[in-house]
């Protein structure tokens, strides 16, 4: 599998969950799934990001073999309506990834952890020689709003962390090239961690991997703005567009067709 990322591209979130944090992104049933899936595929999407376990603070904890259906159910459903589609998965779990790789083929890894909650995850990304987001975390879902404590400025803190990171991913065996950055907006990060990390992601991207955006609907702003997650899409558009303007390659969207429109004209800005 071969990603192409010489142009901005659009992930389209599909959250096989019944409580993730943005109540018009959860799909927890077949019909809802396909759905999402034909929305995202007519508005413009590169790539569909299946997650079977909610990353929300405080989520709840999801046994395996419950995520593995739910991953099932979406990775499925993208194979039979686009069978050309990018597909990524969004866990941590080593085993999630076996079984999906399996029974459906190559995948994107999209790992809240970079590898740091299952031992096994980068010896498995390594022997499929499968593209992995990494994202910066501390702590688990349950606990990383409580791990909200920096020595330094956040963005020194999440560059350096990728630095030790991507040394591990390499003697496990992934390629240079087949690593993408996450800085995890919003995980174990204050809103004003967030923002002073969005100014500084450009450091992040001169890193020289590509670097995965996402900061859809996400508490930095609705919360800054005084409205809920459902009225937060300008927001995000205006952010997203910051994070393309300082060099990110991916942006991980609940709003496909605004994600897309604003990869258009920052493209002929740039121009």
Avoid at 16 to 34: I, K, L, W
Avoid at 58 to 68: Q, Y
Avoid at 88 to 111: A, K, M, P, Q, Y
Avoid at 247 to 271: M, P, Q, Y
């Amino acid at each position: 599998m071969t990603l192409d990322l010489t142009e901005p591209r659009v992930m389209a979130i599909l959250n096989v969950t019944p409580d993730s944090f943005y109540a018009g992104s959860r799909m927890p049933d077949r019909a809802d799934v396909e759905r999402r899936v034909r929305e995202a595929l007519d508005e413009g999407a590169s790539m569909i990001d299946v997650g079977g376990y909610s990353s929300r603070p405080g989520a709840d904890e999801v046994p395996v073999e419950e995520e593995w259906r739910r991953v099932a159910l979406g990775v499925e459903t993208v194979r039979r309506i686009a069978p050309g589609m990018t597909v990524s998965v969004d866990t941590f779990r080593s085993e999630v990834i076996r079984r999906t790789v399996s029974e459906f083929g190559e995948v994107v890894v999209n790992d809240i952890s970079a590898g740091e909650l299952d031992p096994g995850m980068l010896p498995l990304v390594a022997a499929y020689d499968l593209p992995y987001v990494a994202m910066h975390m501390k702590g688990t879902p349950q606990t990383m709003q409580s791990q909200t404590d920096y020595r330094r400025d956040i963005t020194t803190e999440v560059v350096d962390y990728f630095r030790g990171r991507v040394a591990a991913m390499i003697a496990a065996g992934i390629r240079r090239e087949r690593i993408i950055l996450d800085p995890g907006f919003g995980f174990a990060k204050t809103a004003e961690q967030n923002f002073s990390l969005l100014a500084g992601l450009h450091r992040l991207c001169n890193e020289g991997f590509p670097v995965l955006a996402g900061l859809s609907r996400k508490s930095m702003i609705y919360r800054t703005l005084g409205c809920t997650p459902a009225e937060s899409l300008a927001g995000t558009v205006a952010l997203e567009w910051e994070c393309l303007r300082q060099g990110a390659r991916i942006l991980r969207v609940h709003d496909v067709r605004e994600a897309v429109d604003t990869v258009k004209l920052f493209n002929a800005f740039r121009s």
